[in-house]
C-alpha cells in the first residue's frame, strides 16, 4: 500500500463516514478491515437517524449528523432508502407521559420539531398498536435509512477520490507512523483512527469499550402495517441501564414492506449466535405493544455487537498517549446516527478546525 495521510481501520458506518469526511477534504486515505465493508454492527443494525434529547452532548451530536444527513440525502442513491418516516415514542402510562413531555420541551428548546400524541392520537396513526396506551412523542424529522448500502455509498466515494480500499486485511496493533497487519507487513500513515466499534480494544489497549450484545428479528407484513419508527420510552431505561439484560420494543418499517424488530441489550455475551430465549423474550415484548406482529412471518433473525461505553458517549478525538491515533468508536445503539458528524469531526481535529459543535465531552482523555 502506498503510504497515506491517514489510515482508517473498520469499514463500518463509521469508518465510511471518516473516509468519505477526510477525502472530501482533501487528504490521502486507506479504509482497511478484516471482513468487508459493513461486515460488523452496521450490517446488524436498524438504520433509525434520530434526534436523541439525552442530554446536552448527544443531543447536539445526533442533531448536528442528523443535519448532515439531510444535506446529503438528494445525493443518496435509492438503496439506501432515506426517509422522514419520524419517530413515535410511545407511553404505556401517566408516569411515562412525564418523559414524553421532558423530551418534548428539550426538542422545543432547540427549535426541533415534535408533538405531543393522545392516546387516540397514537391509535390513528399507527392502529396495529395494541388499544390504551397513553399517547406518545412524535418526533416527524428522524429518518430511516438501510445501514449497509449508507455505509458501502460513502466507501464509494471515498474510492471515487482516491481512496484504498482494502478488506480481507487485518491490522495488528499501531506503530509510530502506522500499523502492523497479521502478514508482519507494515503501512505507513501519518494519522491512524481506530473505527472497529467493539473491537476497538485490540488496537487500542485499555480502551473502555465493551460489546453489547443485540438481536433483531425480520418479518414480513403488507405495506402500511406499520409506518413509523416504533420505541416505547421503556427503551431509554434499556440502553443507560446496568449489566443486567434487557429488551424493550423498536420497531423499523422498511421500504419493501417488511419490519425490523428490536432490541436486546446483552453484557458479557461473546458469542454471535442467535439465543432462543432472549429472542423469545425480546417477541414477547413486541407483542404487547403490537400484537398482530404475532400474526405475521418471521423471515430471519441474528445478532451482532454495539461498542458500548461506561458513560454511553462514543469516544471521537485523538488518544491522549498517541496523539497520531484518533478513536472513533463506543457509539452503543446510535451508530448510524452519529456516523456522519463523527466523520466531519475526526476531519476536523486532524486538520486542526474547529468542529461545529463542542466535541469535548466525547474525548477519549475522560478515559485514558
Not at 46 to 70: C, F, N
Not at 196 to 208: F, H, I
Not at 221 to 228: D, L, N, Q, S
Not at 243 to 268: E, W
Request: aromatic residues 6%; hydrophobic residues 45%; proline residues 7%.
Amino acid at each position: 500500500m502506498k503510504p497515506v495521510d491517514v489510515l482508517i481501520v473498520g469499514a463500518g458506518i463509521v469508518g465510511a463516514a471518516c473516509a468519505d469526511a477526510l477525502t472530501r477534504d482533501g487528504l490521502s486515505v486507506a479504509l482497511v478491515d478484516r471482513a468487508g465493508v459493513a461486515d460488523g454492527a452496521t450490517g446488524a443494525a436498524m438504520g433509525h437517524v434520530v434526534a436523541m434529547p439525552e442530554g446536552d452532548a448527544i443531543y447536539a451530536l445526533t442533531r448536528y449528523s442528523q443535519k448532515l444527513w439531510a444535506e446529503l440525502k438528494e445525493q443518496l442513491p435509492a438503496a439506501v432508502e432515506y426517509r422522514t418516516a419520524g419517530t413515535l415514542w410511545i407511553a404505556a402510562d401517566d408516569h411515562e407521559m412525564s418523559e414524553v413531555q421532558r423530551m418534548h420541551g428539550a426538542h422545543a428548546q432547540a427549535g426541533f420539531a415534535a408533538d405531543i400524541l393522545s392516546g387516540g392520537d397514537l391509535a390513528r396513526m399507527e392502529p396495529n398498536l395494541r388499544p390504551g396506551f397513553a399517547g406518545a412523542l412524535h418526533v416527524p424529522g428522524d429518518v430511516l435509512i438501510s445501514p449497509t448500502a449508507a455505509a458501502t455509498y460513502l466507501v464509494d466515494r471515498a474510492r471515487s477520490r482516491g481512496a484504498q480500499v482494502c478488506e480481507g486485511v487485518t491490522v495488528t496493533e499501531f506503530i509510530e507512523q502506522g500499523a502492523r497487519l497479521a502478514s508482519g507487513e507494515i503501512w505507513r500513515a501519518k494519522f491512524c483512527v481506530n473505527a472497529c466499534g467493539a473491537l476497538a480494544p485490540r488496537l487500542t489497549p485499555g480502551l473502555l469499550v465493551r460489546p453489547r450484545k443485540g438481536h433483531l428479528v425480520m418479518v414480513r407484513a403488507v405495506p402500511g402495517f406499520a409506518t413509523h419508527q416504533l420505541v416505547e420510552l421503556g427503551y431509554l431505561k434499556s440502553v443507560g441501564g446496568g449489566d443486567a439484560d434487557s429488551v424493550a420494543f423498536n420497531l423499523h418499517p422498511r421500504a419493501d414492506g417488511t419490519l425490523l424488530i428490536g432490541s436486546s441489550r446483552q453484557y458479557d455475551n461473546a458469542s454471535p449466535d442467535v439465543e432462543p430465549a432472549m429472542l423469545a423474550r425480546m417477541l414477547e415484548r413486541a407483542y404487547q405493544y403490537m400484537p398482530a406482529l404475532a400474526r405475521l412471518e418471521q423471515a430471519k433473525a441474528w445478532a451482532g455487537f454495539r461498542a458500548a461505553t461506561p458513560d454511553k458517549l462514543p469516544l471521537i478525538g485523538p488518544s491522549p498517549p498517541r496523539p497520531d491515533v484518533f478513536l472513533a468508536t463506543g457509539h452503543e445503539g446510535l451508530g448510524i446516527t452519529t456516523s456522519l458528524a463523527t466523520g466531519q469531526i475526526i476531519a476536523d481535529l486532524i486538520l486542526n478546525k474547529t468542529p461545529a459543535i463542542d466535541c469535548t465531552p466525547f474525548s477519549p482523555a475522560r478515559f485514558i
